[in-house]
Nanobody, 120 residues
Framework: QVQVEESGGGLVQTGGSLRLSCAAS????????MDWHRQAPGKQREKVAA???????YYADSVKGRFTISRDNAKNTGYLQMNSLEPEDTAVYYC??????????????WGQGTQVTVSS
C-alpha cells in the first residue's frame, strides 16, 4: 500500500510564503508524477500545479509566477513553494501521486491534505 502525506501548511499573512511537502511511502516503486490540488470552502477542487518525469511542469493561471513545484526523486518527495500568498490562496492543499508500486501496479494516491490560511 502507498501512503501520501502532505505537510507544511499553516497560517501566513498576505504576501508571505509557505513550502508544502508531499512524501510518498510504503510500497511505492516509481513516482511518475505529482500534482497539487486545492479546495477552498464552497468551491470545487482545482489543480494548481503538476510535475512529470523529465521535469515538465504545469501551473494554473492563478498561481503562475508565484508558486513553484519541484521534486526529489530519490526521496519520493515533492514540494510546492508558494510565494506572494493572497487570501484567495486559502484552501486545503492535496497532493496526488501516481506511478507504480512494487508489484508494478498503477498507483494513484492522495494525501489527507494540509490547510493553508492566508490572512489579509
Amino acid at each position: 500500500q502507498v501512503q501520501v502525506e502532505e505537510s507544511g501548511g499553516g497560517l501566513v499573512q498576505t504576501g508571505g510564503s509557505l513550502r508544502l511537502s508531499c512524501a510518498a511511502s510504503g510500497s511505492i516503486r516509481t513516482v511518475n508524477g505529482m500534482d497539487w490540488h486545492r479546495q477552498a470552502p464552497g468551491k470545487q477542487r482545482e489543480k494548481v500545479a503538476a510535475i512529470r518525469d523529465g521535469g515538465s511542469t504545469y501551473y494554473a493561471d492563478s498561481v503562475k509566477g508565484r508558486f513553484t513545484i519541484s521534486r526529489d526523486n530519490a526521496k519520493n518527495t515533492g514540494y510546492l513553494q508558494m510565494n506572494s500568498l493572497e487570501p484567495e490562496d486559502t484552501a486545503v492543499y492535496y497532493c496526488n501521486v501516481y506511478g507504480y508500486d512494487t508489484n508494478w501496479s498503477n498507483v494513484d494516491a492522495w494525501g489527507q491534505g494540509t490547510q493553508v490560511t492566508v490572512s489579509s
